[in-house]
């Protein structure tokens, strides 16, 4: 490399820390399908402005973030049995936005909305301090090889971005079925001075997340799944 280069290299910017890791996935014809009749109505287009709730989906209600659903087979389920609560879903990958539009569509479910969009970036800029009711993040990638464990979601900075937008009172709910994960969220929560946890280390399952078909088969294998539920406090912890 020149010296030319080199200083070239020095003065370019750094890429920004994302939340996620873009992998290709396949739509189905039904997610493609879902994705061009119903993502004009339910899916938000990113935008660096706060989002008006009441305005997006036309009432008052608590609302709740769902970070990286997945497929959104358990997002679709609470949002069904919860009627009265407004969801909105962040999630980056396109099969999985389909697949969760497509539950939309099957269930006619109306408290529900769609971030294509990278996390962090919706935390700082689409959503109000103290404005969520609750945050689910439900079996985020693990990261299991020790020299990835840096790429999981769930590290300080992103905790307490989380924990300021939460209303006081208001839970963060987060969901491994990988042990040393649970172990790291443990303590990352713990040490995050607006959270407090709810239970004395991992919670037992609440009603409102779903068994998932993957997690059963787990359990009959003696696989472990490890719940987190903390609250944010009224006021920093001392």
């Not at 709740?64 to 962040?90: C, K, N, S, Y």
């Not at 609750?134 to 905790?159: A, S």
Request: net charge neutral.
């Amino acid at each position: 490399m020149s010296e030319s280069d080199d200083s070239s290299a020095a003065a370019a910017p750094r890429r920004p820390i994302r939340s996620f890791v873009l992998r290709a996935g396949r739509m189905g014809t039904g997610q493609q399908r879902a994705l061009q009749d119903l993502g004009p109505r339910f899916v938000l287009p990113y935008r660096p402005a706060v989002l008006e709730a009441t305005t997006v989906f036309g009432r008052s209600a608590p609302l709740v973030l769902e970070i990286g659903f997945g497929m959104g087979d358990a997002t679709a389920q609470i949002a069904a049995a919860r009627p009265d609560v407004d969801f909105l879903g962040v999630e980056v990958h396109e099969p999985g936005v389909g697949a969760l539009l497509k539950h939309i569509g099957e269930s006619g479910l109306d408290n529900l909305r769609i971030v294509q969009h990278d996390a962090v970036e919706v935390l700082q800029h689409m959503l109000a301090p103290a404005s969520l009711d609750g945050v689910h993040v439900f079996f985020p990638d693990p990261w299991h090889k020790k020299r990835h464990h840096k790429r999981r979601l769930i590290q300080p900075p992103l905790v307490a971005l989380l924990a300021s937008r939460l209303k006081p009172g208001a839970t963060l709910h987060c969901a491994t079925d990988w042990q040393d994960y649970a172990e790291q969220m443990l303590q990352v929560l713990g040490d995050c001075p607006m959270l407090s946890n709810t239970a004395e280390g991992y919670a037992p399952r609440p009603e409102l997340r779903p068994l998932t078909k993957f997690e059963a088969r787990g359990q009959r294998l003696g696989h472990g799944v490890w719940d987190l539920v903390f609250r944010r406090n009224d006021t920093p912890a001392a």
